[in-house]
């Protein structure tokens, strides 16, 4: 089975949801257009990412009464293509989450909630945002897939989680702003995001796609450069940094079959073993 | 620690041009302006701004003091040639001079910072006259050393050089095409005959970033970094320096009253809504 995946790789207006969505809708009527199956937008896409004191008044609902998620399912159904998007939930409590909305044929599939915030450095998401608390994969019509926002993936269990779950395709999301300017002509924060998605996606022997925003926001520059990775760690597709653009790449996902025929890291995973050692090594953190 | 402070130009000048079209312009704006000195960081800047507007969007603006080298000018004149910007010179020594005037004992730290802020009056109100923004010309060694004037030269609407220290300043400047001459020269402030940056501070550019280098973005304690071969007292110097100088770096303080105060729990990005 094959699928065309797009990565939107979109600016933002902080703190404008009317504008953003009519960005996501222009995407996604183009990448239609162009054949693809599923679009993946930025962690924020809808909102722009240094919200701070902006958090509670930009928050949807992902449903069908929601007015900015009914275009948006419209789009799922009426263009055939699958839609992740990146907002800010509130729930029932009046708790807000940064999250991600994955939309099919008119429904809500799925929605994760950033279960990593990083409060350190320059971030402070922490101090905005409440923390999601369950890492889930999800069933599509392409396969079961999961996703993970930014920081999500920078720690190494969400994704092996997601990949215990039956995760066979990661879709990844950021708002990364660059950082570490060398005599590489590439950002640190680049070539470590590139470097980790490589690193998952033959870890894992699975697909890992990964999209980043771009654009300003006061001094801070985003910088783009989605990428995708095959199950054998190889490159397929890379969105060029800084620019806003869409990347299109197709995926056999009969891939799976053939590395990890090759290769059986998932079979031989030992998850009793992970489960008994974990249970032990936080038992002994307790005493 | 090797301490390597070479920087990819290419994508130094990159993110520096577009920070400078986008937050310009997302702000309504489409023309910028620079206070050129002919020192290496406010040509680097009206550079960078040129690049990122097209020359006829940048005015680059003189502005000398009757005890200014005749070099400032010269140098300042040679950049406007090369890049096509528009210019104009308008001297401070008048507006300088009627304060200055009024206090005869007054020294040269006084007088330093009254042409500082009298260029700063010039120029923001030239940004009125071409409803530009003003972009700045501070570098990441002078703002953590705290060698600018307050409200002087440390004003500005935007800074592209701030998070370079001065040796990649020259380096990027360098790359860009900024003449050799003004790169080459002893950076000063051209506030009195013969000062010179490196003769006030008492060390040079090239020692200091490398030490900054490792406080600041590797997060050194001052004791490693006499471990790593810099003298104690120069260490203890620099580290004095940036703690006295943090009230530079910050917005005026407000005491907090109410429940939501500007600065401590009213928070927005300047690019809110844009």
Known sequence: MKLTLGLAQINTCLGDVQANLDRHLEFAREASAQGTDLLMFPELSLTGYVLQDLASSIAHRASPDDPVFRPLLKASRDLKLDLLVGFVDEDSRHRFFISAAYLSQGEVVHVHHKVYLPTYGLFDEGRFFAWGDTVRAFDTRFGRMGTLICEDFWHASPPYLLWLDGADLFLFISASPGRGLSASPRLESAHWVEFINRGYASLFTSFVAHTNRVGFEDGLTFWGGGTIFDPNGDLIAQGPYFEEALTLAEIDLNQLHRTRGRLPLLRDERTGLVQRELARILGEERS | ?274
């Not at chain 2, 096509?84 to 005037?101: K, R």
């Not at chain 2, 080459?184 to 490196?198: F, I, R, V």
């Not at chain 2, 490693?224 to 260490?235: I, K, L, M, R």
Request: aromatic share 8%; glycine share 8%.
């Open chain 2, 1 to 274: 620690m090797k301490i390597d402070l070479t920087i990819n130009t290419d994508l130094a000048c990159q993110i520096l041009t577009e920070f400078l079209r986008n937050e310009i312009t997302r702000s309504g704006f489409h023309h910028a302006l620079v206070g050129l000195s002919g020192g290496v960081d406010s040509s680097l800047s009206c550079f960078l701004a040129a690049e990122a507007l097209g020359p006829k969007n940048v005015t680059a603006v003189r502005m000398p003091y009757k005890s200014s080298s005749a070099d400032s000018m010269e140098h300042a004149q040679m950049v406007i040639d090369q890049l096509g910007v528009n210019s104009i010179t308008i001297p401070i020594t008048e507006l300088a001079d009627g304060l200055i005037d009024q206090f005869p004992e007054m020294n040269d730290r006084r007088r330093g910072n009254i042409m500082a802020r009298a260029r700063m009056i010039v120029l923001y109100d030239q940004s009125e006259v071409s409803r530009g923004l003003v972009v700045g010309t501070g570098n990441k060694t002078e703002i953590l050393l705290g060698y600018t004037t307050l409200f002087g030269d440390s004003a500005s609407a935007l800074n592209p050089l701030g998070d370079l220290y001065k040796t990649q300043v020259r380096q990027l400047a360098a790359a860009m095409g900024v003449p050799k001459v003004i790169i080459e020269k002893p950076p000063t402030a051209d506030l009195w005959l013969g000062q010179t940056d490196e003769g006030e501070l008492g060390f040079t550019y090239a020692e200091v970033d490398r030490l900054l280098y490792l406080l600041v973005d590797q997060r050194y304690h001052p004791r490693d970094c006499v471990e790593a071969g810099f003298s104690e007292d120069f260490v203890r110097g620099v580290v004095e320096r940036i703690r006295r100088s943090q009230y530079k770096r910050m917005l005026p303080l407000i005491a907090k009253l109410s429940n939501r105060t500007v600065g401590y729990d009213f928070l927005y990005l300047r690019d809110w809504g844009t």
